[in-house]
């Protein structure tokens, strides 16, 4: 569930405050993160997105919203910037021109973690396993040489930004993402 708001200045807020939890329908939503968003012209305003998660209710298995970050991400040892931007990550989209599915489910075994050798930031994807996620005609007719991505998995963490083409990548299957992503 996504909450908006605006702020009236910078340091007070208009309307409704955001609250870290909320019931709605014997359900229970506690905040995950609180995006700002900045509009230009005469009189700029700010407006935040306050994005939550249902963690119980009626037929949904209850869940600790820190203990399921946590496996996700090992967030005790980051510092409060980093926090907050890993959490945004969880509530931003990559973009998507190509019009494909969204979200894939892939296995912690799809991903190997590579040092940073001036690449940018950019990690690699293989031919053969970009072709098995978007499909051949995509691939082709797209002209697809990178895509952007947001990674959520257990074993490594969070990671955002592109991964290249790389049709020389030694496994057919899987991407390469770099170690400070």
Same mark, same amino acid.
């Given at each position: 569930?996504?909450?908006?708001?605006?702020?009236?200045?910078?340091?007070a807020?208009?309307?409704? $405050?955001?609250?870290?939890?909320?019931? /709605? %329908?014997?359900?229970?939503? !506690?905040?995950?993160?609180?995006?700002?968003?900045?509009?230009?012209? @005469?009189?700029p305003?700010?407006?935040?997105d306050?994005?939550? @998660?249902?963690?119980?209710?009626?037929?949904?298995?209850?869940?600790?919203?820190?203990?399921?970050?946590e !496996?996700? $991400?090992?967030?005790?040892?980051?510092?409060?910037?980093?926090?907050?931007?890993? /959490?945004?990550? !969880?509530a931003?989209?990559?973009? %998507?021109w190509?019009?494909?599915?969204l979200?894939?489910?892939?296995?912690?075994?799809?991903?190997e973690? @590579?040092p940073?050798?001036?690449?940018v930031?950019?990690?690699?994807?293989g031919?053969?396993?970009?072709?098995?996620?978007?499909?051949?005609?995509? /691939?082709k007719?797209?002209?697809?040489?990178a895509?952007?991505?947001?990674?959520?998995?257990?074993l490594?963490?969070?990671?955002?930004?592109m991964?290249?083409?790389?049709?020389?990548?030694?496994?057919?299957?899987?991407?390469?993402?770099?170690?400070? $992503?």
């Amino acid at each position: 569930i996504v909450r908006e708001g605006k702020l009236s200045n910078v340091d007070a807020f208009s309307g409704d $405050a955001i609250a870290p939890c909320f019931y /709605l %329908n014997s359900c229970k939503y !506690m905040i995950l993160c609180v995006k700002l968003k900045k509009t230009e012209g @005469i009189y700029p305003t700010v407006h935040w997105d306050a994005y939550y @998660i249902k963690v119980s209710g009626p037929e949904t298995d209850s869940i600790d919203l820190k203990d399921d970050l946590e !496996m996700i $991400a090992d967030f005790a040892s980051l510092p409060p910037r980093k926090i907050v931007s890993r /959490l945004e990550l !969880m509530a931003s989209a990559a973009c %998507n021109w190509c019009h494909i599915p969204l979200r894939f489910q892939l296995k912690d075994s799809d991903f190997e973690i @590579i040092p940073e050798d001036s690449h940018v930031g950019c990690g690699f994807i293989g031919i053969k396993f970009l072709t098995y996620l978007i499909g051949e005609d995509v /691939l082709k007719t797209k002209n697809v040489i990178a895509i952007q991505v947001r990674i959520f998995a257990s074993l490594y963490g969070i990671f955002k930004g592109m991964l290249m083409v790389k049709p020389d990548i030694n496994i057919g299957q899987g991407c390469y993402c770099h170690s400070s $992503a």
